[in-house]
């Protein structure tokens, strides 16, 4: 007899919406489900939902999967063996012991980086026999004209299901998913192709009829070799290329043939982060930066450092557009990386150009992002995201574009001594790496700071600090003499608190409130201070406290409500590290 665990997709079952429920496929069970039937498997679906989904379940699970971000999911041995061949081979022999029950995912799915969510998706389904609703903001993006139905996070979201699915050998859940690709492929931005294609790819003749629809769409796209071969396997590439010389197809400006030597040298240059050997190579004038397209080459998929050291060259125009009428700002957004942005619009990039089909780089941005990425508080001292960097940088070059040598009132406070300056540049600089480290350092990789000497705070003794808010200081008793290194720290540190004021307004702020004051170098200083004073000042570092608590929590919830614009996106490029491909960070 077989006793095999079949399964049924019903509209009826799950009262109006998709869902897949488990049905027991024996000998015995009659053709036709009735009624009490259905009410019996609904209960068990959600006794097994409960299971899983409960805390007061974990004590009896007997194993773990450690998802990429560290976070644990219980799972229970027995019910995934007897769901799954996969887990029942994983499971088998003395591999939990050795384990000691903790199941690493990047070991299971060991091709792709998957988010928790997308693993919770598919081991609910092995539970349960049922597809829930797409989870909340994960599969919706910042976008508020968008419809979500291709956007990046729900493309991203499907993919994922799809691999993890391949992955646990769960056929009709694989079937579905790619179905469900399959009905919005028309929607889809032609770059986000390669991301469902390379998914495709992997699952092989599972997938076999995504992966034929996506390459009769790529074959017929005005996507370039080089990004073909940035995103795909080489046989995927060979196939798309061999299929358009067999239709003859030459759309755009020569997609079809790969950059000459002094284009490839060049591209080879970057990869190595060679910026020198770059110089060089333009010495021998067979091509330009421009025609190379290598400010397009480096935002898409090189370090920021080597971006930024090919920008200070100063030989390549910052709004140029590639083939395909994409800016270089255009690909950064697509990147995803805040230093790189920064570094453009400081050199002059356009925040308010358009793609040929009407978008910005903050739109882009915007599609590219999950809502609940977005609008997660970001806890104080932590690092924000990236994607919510990018569109807050975009955001505030749109608002407002200043010369980055505007007077800044709160470097006035500091007085006119330069000795005073650099003391109140450092300790804002330092403020700011620990409340704001990723926008910090951002700012600071824009100004070079870690090419100056730190001042060294040390040798200013306590009643100099204690006279801190003097505009002048008597040399007589504090003889300082500023130098080269000195001007060169003072400059970088200017240059970084002009950096953040222009692109984190918000951080900004919050730093004015807590340095800005008139006595804030004195709380600093005990001395010999009576009781009374001592009280006083503690009083007053309490005040200061909540200032900055209730200052930076505004921060926050002002970032919730920035202004959102429609748009559509699309993608460059996909980045390998360490052999695995990230889809949510794919360019």
Do not use: W
């Not at 921060?555 to 052999?579: L, Q």
């Amino acid at each position: 007899m077989d006793s095999r665990t079949g399964f049924s997709d019903s509209n009826e079952i799950s009262g109006g919406s998709s869902g897949i429920y488990c049905v027991a496929s024996t000998e015995t069970l009659s053709k036709e489900v009735t009624p009490p039937d259905i009410s019996a498997l609904r209960r068990l679906s959600e006794t097994l939902e409960s299971v899983f989904e409960s805390t007061d379940f974990d004590f009896y699970s007997d194993a773990k999967i450690i998802t990429t971000d560290g976070r644990e999911i219980s799972v229970h041995r027995c019910l995934l063996s007897a769901r799954s061949l996969f887990f029942k081979n994983v499971f088998s022999g003395s591999a939990v012991k050795e384990r000691g029950g903790k199941f690493e995912l990047k070991e299971l799915a060991k091709d792709f980086d998957v988010r928790f969510e997308s693993v919770v998706a598919v081991l609910g389904y092995i539970y349960t026999g049922k597809v829930k609703p797409l989870p909340e903001g994960v599969c919706v993006c910042v976008d508020e004209d968008c419809s979500h139905l291709a956007c990046r996070p729900a493309l991203v979201f499907m993919v994922e299901v799809l691999y993890v699915s391949f992955v646990f050998q769960i056929s009709e859940l694989v079937t579905l998913y790619e179905r469900q690709l399959l009905d919005i492929l028309d929607k889809v931005a032609t770059d986000d192709i390669t991301i469902i294609l390379s998914v495709a790819d992997t699952c092989g003749k599972s997938c076999e009829r995504l992966s034929t629809s996506c390459i009769e769409i790529l074959v017929r796209s005005d996507i370039d070799i080089l990004t073909l071969e940035k995103s795909l396997p080489h046989p995927v590439v060979k196939q798309i290329m061999d299929s358009r010389a067999e239709l003859g197809l030459t759309l755009g400006p020569e997609p079809n043939t790969f950059p000459d030597k002094h284009v490839k040298r060049i591209h080879r240059a970057l990869d190595s982060d060679d910026v020198e050997l770059v110089r060089m190579l333009l010495k021998e004038a067979h091509t330009t930066l421009d025609d190379a397209y290598s400010l397009h080459y480096a935002v898409a998929y090189c370090d920021a450092k080597t971006t930024t050291e090919l920008l200070d060259l100063g030989l390549a125009d910052v709004n140029h557009r590639n083939p395909r009428g994409y800016t270089v700002l255009h690909v950064a957004a697509r990147r995803k990386e805040p230093k790189i942005i920064v570094s453009l619009l400081t050199k002059g990039a356009r925040p308010s150009d358009l793609t040929s089909d009407g978008r910005k780089a903050l739109q882009i941005s915007k599609r590219l992002t999950r809502a609940v990425d977005y609008h997660k508080a970001t806890e104080e001292g932590k690092a924000s995201p990236k994607d919510k960097l990018c569109i807050e940088i975009l955001e505030q070059a749109e608002r407002r574009d200043p010369l980055l040598g505007e007077a800044s009132v709160s470097l006035a406070l500091a007085g006119d001594d330069l000795r005073m300056k650099l003391l109140y540049l450092e300790n804002r600089v330092l403020l700011a790496q620990l409340l704001f480290p990723e926008e910090a350092k951002v700012a600071m990789d824009i100004a070079k700071v870690d090419g100056t000497s730190e001042f060294q705070l040390g040798s200013i003794n306590s009643k100099m600090l204690a006279d801190a808010q003097r505009s002048t200081v008597d040399l007589n008793e504090a003889p300082f003499k500023i130098q080269e290194e000195h001007l060169n720290r003072l400059r970088a540190l200017s240059k970084t608190v002009e950096v953040g004021k222009r692109f984190f307004p918000r951080c900004s702020e919050v730093l004015n409130n807590i340095m800005d004051v008139d006595d804030l170098s004195k709380l600093a200083y005990v001395g010999d201070d009576t009781p009374e004073e001592r009280l006083r000042k503690k009083s007053r570092y309490t005040e200061l406290q909540e200032v900055l608590k209730q200052a930076f929590n505004e921060d926050k919830e002002e970032y919730k409500y920035a202004i959102s614009s429609s748009s559509s996106s699309t993608t460059i490029g996909v980045p390998r590290h360490n052999n695995k491909l990230n889809l949510q960070n794919r360019l």
